[in-house]
C-alpha cells in the first residue's frame, strides 16, 4: 500500500511538473520547433510529443531542475527527426506522370478527328490519296509520285488543291 501511495504520489508530481512547464514554457518551445521546421502544425504536433515523453519518464530525470533543458534538447531531436523523414519521403517520392490531356480535350480533339475525316472523304480520289500519304503517311513527295504513279509535279498540285478544298469545307462548316 505505501509503495503504491509512493507511486501516486511520484505520478501526482509529474503531472504538476509537467502541467506547470506546459503552461509556462509551451509557446517558446512551438516557435522554436517552428522555426527548425517551417511549419506550425507540425510544431505543435512535436512539442506535444515532448511533453508526453517527459511525462512518462518523469521519474528517470534524475535533476528536476533540468526539467526545461531536457524539454527543449527533446523539441530540437524530434523536429530533426521529422527534417530527415521529409528528405527521405523527397527523395523517394513518386514522380508524376506527364501531364495528360483533360477528357474534354480528348473528346474534342475525336471531334474535330471526325469532322476532318468527313470532309476528307468528300474530296476527288487523287487529291484525298495524296493527303492521306502526305499528312498520315508522313512521305516524301517522291515516295508519294511513286506510290500514285504521277510526277512530283502531279502530287505538289493534288496537295495543294486539295489542302485548299479541304480548309474551305471545314470553315463553311465551322461558319453555319
Given at each position: 500500500?505505501?509503495?503504491?501511495?509512493?507511486?501516486?504520489g511520484?505520478?501526482?508530481?509529474?503531472?504538476?511538473?509537467?502541467?506547470?512547464?506546459?503552461?509556462?514554457?509551451?509557446?517558446?518551445?512551438?516557435?522554436?520547433?517552428?522555426?527548425?521546421?517551417?511549419?506550425?502544425?507540425?510544431a505543435?504536433?512535436?512539442?506535444?510529443?515532448?511533453?508526453?515523453?517527459?511525462?512518462?519518464?518523469?521519474?528517470?530525470?534524475?535533476?528536476?531542475?533540468?526539467?526545461?533543458?531536457?524539454?527543449?534538447?527533446?523539441?530540437?531531436?524530434?523536429?530533426?527527426?521529422?527534417?530527415?523523414?521529409?528528405?527521405?519521403?523527397?527523395?523517394?517520392?513518386?514522380?508524376?506522370?506527364?501531364?495528360?490531356?483533360?477528357?474534354?480535350?480528348?473528346?474534342?480533339?475525336?471531334?474535330?478527328?471526325?469532322?476532318?475525316?468527313?470532309?476528307?472523304?468528300?474530296?476527288?480520289?487523287?487529291?484525298?490519296?495524296a493527303?492521306?500519304?502526305?499528312?498520315?503517311?508522313?512521305?516524301?513527295?517522291?515516295d508519294?509520285?511513286?506510290?500514285?504513279?504521277?510526277?512530283?509535279?502531279?502530287?505538289?498540285?493534288?496537295?495543294?488543291?486539295?489542302?485548299?478544298?479541304?480548309?474551305?469545307?471545314l470553315?463553311?462548316?465551322?461558319?453555319?
Amino acid at each position: 500500500m505505501v509503495a503504491e501511495l509512493g507511486a501516486a504520489g511520484a505520478r501526482w508530481d509529474a503531472d504538476e511538473a509537467v502541467t506547470a512547464l506546459y503552461s509556462e514554457h509551451y509557446r517558446s518551445l512551438v516557435r522554436l520547433s517552428a522555426l527548425l521546421l517551417r511549419d506550425s502544425m507540425q510544431a505543435e504536433e512535436v512539442v506535444q510529443d515532448a511533453f508526453v515523453a517527459m511525462h512518462g519518464a518523469w521519474r528517470r530525470i534524475q535533476d528536476q531542475d533540468k526539467a526545461l533543458a531536457y524539454l527543449r534538447q527533446t523539441v530540437v531531436n524530434r523536429s530533426r527527426s521529422v527534417l530527415r523523414r521529409r528528405v527521405v519521403a523527397d527523395k523517394y517520392a513518386p514522380t508524376p506522370g506527364p501531364d495528360m490531356p483533360s477528357a474534354e480535350h480528348g473528346a474534342l480533339s475525336r471531334l474535330e478527328s471526325d469532322r476532318v475525316m468527313a470532309a476528307l472523304r468528300k474530296l476527288p480520289e487523287r487529291q484525298r490519296e495524296a493527303l492521306v500519304l502526305r499528312y498520315y503517311g508522313d512521305l516524301s513527295e517522291a515516295d508519294i509520285a511513286a506510290a500514285m504513279k504521277v510526277s512530283k509535279g502531279a502530287v505538289k498540285s493534288h496537295t495543294h488543291r486539295g489542302m485548299a478544298a479541304l480548309r474551305a469545307m471545314l470553315e463553311a462548316e465551322q461558319t453555319s
